[in-house]
Every structure is written in C-alpha cells, then in structure tokens.
C-alpha cells in the first residue's frame, strides 16, 4: 500500500533552474517528513527534514514547504546545478514507528548545463 | 568516523537457496534498520533493532529474517529464495533510534537471484 506518492517519476532542470517535487500523504499519524538524496551505487542520504508544525523549512537552496490541511508537502531546488543530478524521496515517519520510514516512489532529477 | 559498512557488496544465489548479509552501523550507534530497494517496489521497511530487539517490521514474509548483536551489528537473513528476492539491501544506522534523528545508510548489498 503506497502511503505517501510523489510526483514526477523524472524531472529534468536546466542550470540555474527551479526543481520541485512533491509529495502527499494518507496517514494521519505521520508527524515527521525527511527528503533523501540518492546517487547512483550510495545509499539514501537525509537532505533536510520537517515536522508538520511548521509550514516551510530552509536550507541553502534547498526548501521544504508543508501543507498540513492538504496533507501535501513539496521540495524546491533553487538555482539547480548538474551536482543536484540524482533520484530524491520523499518519506514520512511517525512517532510509535521509531525509525520505520515510509518512502515516496522517487523522483530521477537531472540537472542539465 | 567510519561510515556504515554492508557486506558483501554483491551476491548472486539461485532460487531455493539462503542467504545472510551484514551491517556494520557507525559507532555507537544502538539502531540498526534494514530496506529493500527494487524499481518495482521503491524502497521498502524490512524491520529495526535497537539493544538486540526488533522493535519494528515491516510487510515482508516470515522467509526474511534478522538479528542485531550485542556490539550492534546486525545480520538479516533471506531463506527459500525468490526471483523476485533480486535488489539492492540498505541497511541503515540511528543513535537511539528516535524518529528525528537522523538515519546513516550504507551502499547497500546488491542480490541477485538466478
């Protein structure tokens, strides 16, 4: 059962360029959201986090915004650069799941000169 | 600080057989949680242990198993193999295992089953 769908599959960015991905969820209990970047051969590496109290966290480029009533939530890349080429996830964890994280389907962004 | 660390990288069995990988979480670390990443599927939860106890699991058959020893290393096992088995196994690393701390992976174990 997917419990949290994210869209694109793909996404290609020119330089310089917006990248947004987003993200909905069904269960109400979730009440944490990370983003992890994936490269190719590595494992999945936390990107950045939000808790639904709070409706958009920043850090350098990247930025998370929360909709809480919607139960949707997005990442933006500002000023994309080849180096953000890889596949992202969204995922959601709930506070009686420790450290289960369920997980988005992905998004291959590439990141075109 | 060492990173985690997944043996072997690469495995190839056939249908029927067993299989056993390990991690190796970063020091220190208590909680140790496994996922499976397919194309079909995405990534998946397998389980986690934290002080030698599972504490979580995820929707996967009874023919996948683990363990997580005294020094927080941990084992999981897959027996009667499936073609289906085939992926990349991450496995990945917390302090205490609370929900906003932040989980470590490693490379992954890659399965194939022929």
């Known amino acids: 059962q997917q419990q949290v769908k994210q869209s694109p599959q793909s996404l290609i960015v020119q330089k310089g360029g917006i990248s947004i991905i987003n993200c909905a969820y069904e269960?109400?209990?979730?009440?944490?959201f990370p983003w992890y970047q994936q490269f190719p051969g590595k494992g999945p590496a936390l990107l950045i986090a939000i808790r639904p109290d709070v409706s958009e966290k920043k850090e350098g480029r990247f930025t998370i915004s929360f909709n809480k009533s919607a139960k949707q939530f997005s990442l933006h890349i500002m000023d994309s650069q080849p180096g953000d080429s890889a596949t992202y996830f969204c995922a959601a964890k709930n506070s009686g799941g420790y450290q289960k994280v369920t997980f988005g389907t992905g998004t291959k962004l590439q990141v075109i000169p | 600080k060492a990173g985690v660390t997944q043996t072997p990288r690469y495995l190839i069995k056939t249908r029927g057989q067993q299989v056993t990988l390990s991690c190796s979480p970063i020091s220190g670390h208590r909680s140790v949680s496994w996922y499976q990443q397919t194309p079909g599927q995405g990534l998946q939860f397998l389980f986690e242990y934290f002080s030698e106890t599972q504490r979580n699991k995820g929707n996967f058959p009874g023919r996948f198993s683990g363990r997580q020893f005294s020094n927080s290393r941990s084992e999981m096992n897959v027996s009667t193999l499936e073609l289906g088995d085939s992926a990349l196994y991450l496995c990945a690393s917390s302090l205490a295992g609370q929900v906003q701390e932040t989980q470590y992976f490693g490379p992954g174990t890659r399965l194939l089953v022929l």
């Open positions: 269960n109400t209990a979730f009440d944490y």
